[in-house]
């Protein structure tokens, strides 16, 4: 059996040192060229879409570095893309997340089937969440990152409680559970920092099992069921006042009128891109 060649070192490049040296062993013949797959040297492999090459790289440079010492050229580079081509995929580091976020989403979405539909609504939304940590498991140590800037910036922070938001709305309509309604958005609010406090046993959470993580889900959700019942029998029990007040208040109000149009954010990805492009 033929022994494998050792590479020269390359000692003006290191990166490009190891990237040859790497080919040489693989192919395990004398001289063989690295893989020209178009990428810049430092980058990641392609994917085929240049969205999510985008988005794993900013991911991978999350776990390395503090995240304002992260730029957009870091990210194209190691994406292997150009700075024009990223600009042309997002407008910021925020925006990336944001779509990072919609990723999540659609995949715990397509993994969402009917088996658990006769199960109590604790032990669906449990499922849901646990399916998006496991498919948030890659990125782990860049979530981490993200996580940590995030207390470092409230503006920022704010940005990203409504991606979270947008996200959990998602979640619980998975686990067929309203979000509408005057209790709502309390449910929405609770459950985003239920889940960031979820996260950070998470990020801790060494066991191959999650035991720990999942022991915290389960005890967030219980609390969580506690205060949203509180919360909807105090709703309950205060309509006749809102009724009381609502007559006294608008005396003139025609009630045969029709209902006003409702408002709301414009859904679409661009939207949100917009929302976060100042991250």
Do not use: C
């Amino acid at each position: 059996m033929s022994k494998k060649p050792t590479p020269e070192p390359l000692a003006s490049d290191p990166l490009k040192a190891a990237a040859a040296a790497e080919a040489i062993l693989d192919a395990g013949t004398p001289g063989s060229p690295p893989p020209d797959d178009g990428a810049t040297i430092g980058a990641r492999p392609k994917s085929g879409d240049k969205r999510k090459d985008v988005i794993a790289a900013l991911m991978e440079l999350a776990a390395e570095r503090r995240w304002e010492d992260i730029t957009m050229t870091d990210v194209a580079t190691r994406a292997g893309l150009t700075l024009s081509e990223f600009r042309d995929l997002f407008p910021s580091k925020g925006a990336i997340l944001a779509a990072y976020s919609r990723m999540i989403d659609k995949t715990v979405l397509e993994g969402t089937t009917d088996d658990l539909y006769a199960e109590p609504a604790k032990e669906r939304l449990f499922d849901v969440l646990m399916r998006r940590l496991d498919a948030m498991a890659p990125h782990r140590e860049g979530l981490q990152g993200v996580m940590e800037w995030a207390r470092r910036d409230p503006i920022s922070a704010a940005a990203l409680n409504q991606v979270a938001l947008n996200s959990m709305r998602f979640m619980l309509e998975a686990a067929d559970i309203s979000a509408e309604g005057p209790v709502g958005p309390l449910k929405l609010q609770g459950l985003v920092l239920a889940w960031s406090r979820i996260l950070d046993v998470w990020f801790r959470d060494d066991d191959p099992a999650f035991a720990r993580t999942m022991a915290a889900l389960d005890r967030e959700l219980t609390r969580g069921a506690t205060l949203v019942a509180r919360a909807e029998d105090v709703n309950r029990l205060t309509a006749p006042l809102r009724s009381i007040a609502s007559a006294m208040f608008n005396p003139g109000r025609n009630r045969d009128a029709p209902r006003t149009r409702e408002r709301w954010s414009d859904p679409l990805d661009e939207a949100e891109d917009r929302r976060t492009h100042t991250l």
